[in-house]
């Protein structure tokens, strides 16, 4: 009897499809959760800013038509905050989804301010778009150094290579590294462009 229905359980969610969780009755107040969250995140910092961003990764495609207006806010923070939760949130079921968080990193990497234009690059390089790696490479000589560990960090995760560079090594031996980096990149693209 447990067993039956186990499996009558099984088989209403597998009938579920994308459509009837958008019409589900808790739709609402998930919306009005994330709505919530934007909020909070538009005060917060530290830890309690990185967790309401990681719930909003968890919420996934839930999140993404109140995170992307965020991507043109005009504070920066926001801008940057954005473009990293975007960057999460995958759903190949949803092709219109993704080109539409893909258009707002395009947009972010041509974004005045260095930390939205490299967080939106290394969310485009997280996503398997190595064009933007001559931005990350660029960062790698950005004057703060937080900017250039999350550059240098993404381009490790994305190609496995490093180049001796230390983000807190002598500004000349970060652009020695730098330009080994472009080096191999223009290799790369000569071969995979």
Same mark, same amino acid.
């Given at each position: 009897m447990k067993f039956a229905a186990t499996v009558a359980a099984v088989v209403v969610l597998a009938g579920c499809s994308s459509n009837d969780i958008q019409e589900h009755p808790a739709n609402p107040e998930i919306?009005? !959760?994330? &709505?919530?969250? %934007? !909020? /909070? %995140?538009? /005060?917060?910092?530290? &830890?309690?800013?990185?967790?309401?961003l990681r719930r909003l990764v968890a919420y996934d495609v839930f999140a993404v038509e109140q995170v992307a207006p965020l991507a043109n806010d005009p504070n920066a923070r926001l801008r940057s905050n954005a473009m990293w939760v975007l960057a999460q949130i995958k759903d190949t079921e949803r092709p219109e989804i993704t080109q539409q968080i893909d258009a707002a990193l395009r947009k972010g990497t041509k974004d005045d301010d260095p930390t939205v234009k490299f967080e939106a690059a290394a969310g485009l390089a997280q996503r398997g778009s190595w064009d933007v790696l001559p931005i990350l490479i660029d960062g790698l000589e950005n004057d703060d150094s937080s900017v250039r560990y999350r550059c240098h960090e993404q381009l490790v995760s994305t190609t496995s290579k490093s180049f001796g560079y230390n983000v807190d090594a002598p500004e000349s031996d970060r652009q020695a590294a730098a330009e080994r980096w472009r080096h191999w990149y223009a290799g790369w693209a000569r071969t995979h462009g």
């Open positions: 919306q009005r !959760e994330i &709505t919530q969250i %934007v !909020e /909070n %995140v538009r /005060n917060e910092q530290g &830890t309690a800013l990185y967790s309401d």
